[in-house]
């Protein structure tokens, strides 16, 4: 029945896999390393062309049905909304740090950090949020007519990383991320 639910759940589980990732390579900045930017890029271009664009969305007409369903508020949609943008605007400040870098403008490498971290934790909390409180309210919620409905009406784009097209277009975080599964 909740089919979507099942995607957006294997969604979270890839993210977090990116998410540890990025860790590792702020970890390492942090050590002073310096790390491949060009990498950390590629990370934050597939949250900004899946998570932003198509798995916050879909979770969106997911949230919209609920508040349609019943005149009952729920706080913790409005929140996750809300976060959903904050997550956009954070992901795209970073990743203009980093192709300053990249360019080889003067930025501090501190700053660059903190804003990594800040990514890494507000995404976290927000999958975690969402596994918690929303999916099982919408479990509970909505009924199989409204599943069906969603289905046919949510964008079902192919996660381009993990996805069978995502060694092509991000070749290099998918191979890091193979190394990182060895380990
Ligand atoms: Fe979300
Ligand atoms: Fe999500």
Redesign the pocket.
């Known amino acids: 029945m909740a089919e979507l639910l099942d995607r ?1 759940t294997q ?2 589980r890839h993210l977090v896999r990116v998410l540890d990732l990025l860790d590792d390579l702020l970890d390492r900045f942090h050590a002073g390393d310096e790390p491949d930017y060009e990498l950390m890029c590629e990370m934050l271009e597939y949250i900004e062309s899946y998570a932003d664009q198509v ?2 969305p879909n ?1 969106e007409d997911i949230f919209d049905r609920l508040r349609a369903h019943t005149d009952e508020r729920y706080p913790v949609l409005d929140r996750l909304t809300d976060q959903h943008l904050q997550l956009t605007r954070i992901n795209k400040q970073f990743r203009q740090s980093l192709e300053g870098i990249v360019h080889e403008e003067v930025l501090r490498r501190d700053q660059v950090e903190v804003q990594g971290r800040e990514l890494v934790e507000a995404l976290r909390e ?2 975690d949020l ?1 596994e918690r409180e929303a999916f099982p309210l919408a479990r509970e919620r909505l009924s199989a007519g409204d599943w069906e409905r969603l289905l046919a009406t949510t964008s079902s784009h192919e996660d381009p990383l993990f996805g069978p097209a995502g060694r092509r277009r991000f070749h290099t975080l998918c191979q890091y991320l193979t190394e990182r599964d060895r380990l």
């Open positions: 957006l969604d979270h798995h916050h979770e927000h999958l969402e």
